[in-house]
């Protein structure tokens, strides 16, 4: 089994920046690849980024250029940073644990407990 925690949700007007952060414990050795998802009211899930063990990352042409997905293995830990925040960005944001494989991102059954982003004036 493994564990996701994330933190770093909040309110921010249009414009500003946040950072999400998700530690992951337990059975880690199983990950190969950490993810961010989100999911606005009355619209599916969506991938935002993804990133391998090694560094690769995929991100959704929406956020590309102003959402940058990074890791820490040492602190097992993935990070969202999130620049020019639009209104549209609200939605409450899931860490995953899942496998990056040739270019693409695929999640597992390992999700965080979410945490919202609210972009607004």
């Known amino acids: 089994q493994v564990q996701l925690v994330e933190s770093g949700g909040g309110l921010v007007q249009p414009g500003g920046s946040l950072r999400l952060s998700c530690a992951a414990s337990g059975s880690i050795f199983s990950i190969n690849a950490m993810g961010w998802y989100r999911q606005a009211p009355g619209k599916q899930r969506e991938l935002v980024a993804g990133?391998?063990?090694?560094?690769?990352?995929k991100y959704a042409d929406s956020v590309k250029g102003r959402f940058t997905i990074s890791r820490d293995n040492a602190k097992n830990t993935v990070y969202l940073q999130m620049n020019s925040l639009k209104p549209e960005d609200t939605a409450v944001y899931y860490c995953?644990?899942?496998?990056?494989?040739?270019?693409?991102?695929?999640?597992?059954?390992?999700w965080g407990q979410g945490t919202q982003v609210t972009v607004s004036s």
């Open positions: 990133i391998s063990s090694r560094g690769s990352t």
């Open positions: 995953n644990a899942g496998t990056y494989y040739s270019g693409s991102y695929y999640p597992h059954d390992y």
